[in-house]
RNA sequence: GGAAGCGUGGCAGAGUGGUCGAAUGCGCCGCACUCGAAAUGCGGUAUACCGGAAACGGUAUCGGAGGUUCGAAUCCUCCCGCUUCCGCCA
């Protein structure tokens, strides 16, 4: 949720925000409006309840029997008052940043920068569902028959692959060399701290996700109501609420999470698109990245992590796109979202396989995650970006394909799958 | 899944119906002493919201939500978490 002083002092300013990001700016007057009765209410309650201080303690109990009728009704309106309040308040949206592209939707995303030549093919480019059928990397078929529509079963080098990528990332992450030599570029001397690496649960409390602003929309989140718990779309939802309740000093920052789950997506909505193979499913393993800051730093590190995605694709050597999300399509919690999209052979595209989010203090507002300075203390930064899905194993299937169908490994992932080609 | 116990400030730990936002110790900050430090002494040391230009005042917070009462850290109900024992299990 935004700063309540934000929203009080400068309504305009969040207007024009949330308006670029199609949300609808009369939420910000509804709110100010249902915030000032809720003002006035507590100014009421507070006035009874000193009241019944003091009549308590002068023991006057027959007056105090009364005033308490008060309090009772104080109660309720203002419980009335500061439900309605606090739905509004998580309604408005993160405001985008300065250099966020004003649009409708993802038309008009911006394309930052390239890197690599997609590859000129000399014979037919197969697509990677028929490369896997051929070596029995992905059966879609038997996924239906046991767990529905957009399930897969990845087996051999693709499964593999996977944990390949998995480790490949790790040993990035983890290596304040590599690391050093990447912070150096978004500016000198930023910090090269390593990466925790984290296996979180996959399961969340409702009210956690409500915190994370990760619980809408409901219709795309898997539900376990004998339980009362929602499984995760992301690490990102168990990951950021890793110091909830707390207050940290300035000296631990920034604090770095590397974590890799399984995320569970209903894909509600989505019935129409990519519906042939396994771009969309609705299980897959993610590493993710989530990481807190000073305010004063968060920008940078989300500049960072986006040149840490970049460094690990070119170690794949798998020509991708950078792209900036433009208000209309990037996602309510957002300040500043930024996506790579890899080059798909089959599909002459590029698809999206990474994200970045710059949250800024949105989601530790609610999560009460603080940073405590020499003389305040405030709310921490926050960041979460992907570092590998599953989709990169199908870009690497179809830009790694060779005139006699084989299948070569890139170089940096050889070691891990422990051969050079698949076929 | 069954049984028992526990959950208090940055930490440890007292407090079982009123004057308790909470003893005491540790930690931390300031001052004194000292050439300096340690030790010692004195003072201070939670957060949020509301009102106020400010000084300051008010309200809430003892795991969470309800309830009883003029009054709840203290009594009752439910929930969450932790510990120990049993069962089950990778």
Same mark, same amino acid.
């Given at each position: ?50 009241e ?11 007056e ?37 592209? &004003? %649009?409708?939707? /993802?038309?008009?995303?911006?394309? =930052? ?9 000399? +014979? #037919? ?6 490369i ?7 059966d ?91 499984? &995760? %779309?992301?690490? /990102?939802?168990?990951?950021g609420? =890793? ?9 631990? +920052? #920034?604090?770095?999470?590397v ?25 897959f ?51 500043r ?51 590998f ?22 170089k940096v ?11």
């Open positions: 949720m935004l700063d309540i002083k934000l929203l009080r002092e400068n309504p305009e300013l969040v207007k024009k925000g949330i308006t670029a990001k199609k949300a609808d700016p009369g939420l910000v007057d509804q709110f100010l409006k249902i915030d000032a009765e809720w003002r006035a209410a507590t100014v009421q309650l507070e006035s009874h309840r000193a019944q201080k003091k009549l308590s303690q002068e023991r006057k109990i027959e105090a029997k009364q005033n308490r009728e008060k309090i009772k009704q104080a109660e309720e309106e203002l419980k009335t008052l500061e439900e309605k309040r606090s739905e509004l308040w998580m309604r408005i949206p993160n405001i985008p940043s300065e250099d966020t592209p &004003v %649009g409708k939707d /993802e038309g008009e995303n911006k394309v =930052l920068r390239k890197w690599g030549e997609p590859r000129k093919f000399d +014979f #037919p480019v197969k697509d990677y569902m028929a896997g059928e051929a070596f029995d990397l992905i879609t078929e038997t996924a239906a028959k046991v767990s529905g529509a957009r399930f897969g079963y990845l087996k051999g080098e693709a499964a593999m692959l996977e944990f390949a990528l998995i480790q490949f990332g790790l040993s990035v992450l983890t290596n304040e060399k590599i690391l050093k030599k990447i912070a150096a570029k978004v500016q000198k001397g930023y910090s090269a701290k390593p990466f925790v690496p984290v296996i979180p649960p996959v399961m969340i409390r409702p009210e956690v996700m409500q915190k994370m602003a990760r619980l809408e929309p409901k219709e795309e989140r898997y539900y376990i109501p004998t339980d009362d718990v929602y499984l &995760v %779309g992301s690490a /990102e939802h168990t990951l609420p =890793l110091h909830i309740g707390e207050t940290i000093p300035e000296e631990e +920052f #920034p604090i770095r999470y974590g890799f789950s399984t995320a569970f997506r209903r894909e509600a909505g989505s019935y129409g698109k990519d519906t042939k193979g396994i771009l969309r499913v609705h299980q393993d993610k590493l993710e990245i989530e990481s807190f800051t000073t305010s004063e730093n968060s920008r940078k590190e989300q500049d960072f992590i986006v040149a840490i995605q970049e460094y690990c694709m070119q170690q794949l050597e798998l020509p991708y796109e950078v792209m900036q999300i433009c208000t209309g399509d990037m996602g309510g919690p957002d300040i979202q930024i996506d790579i999209n890899t080059w798909l052979p089959s599909e002459s595209k590029y698809r999206e396989t990474h994200t970045s989010d710059f949250m800024g203090d949105y989601q530790s507002r609610r999560l009460n995650t603080k940073i405590r300075r020499k003389d305040a203390t405030e709310f921490v930064h926050m960041n979460d970006a992907t570092v899905s599953q989709r990169p194993i199908l870009a690497i299937l179809e830009n790694y394909q060779r005139k006699d169908g084989k299948v070569e490994i890139p992932l050889q070691k891990y799958v422990g051969k050079k080609i698949i076929g």
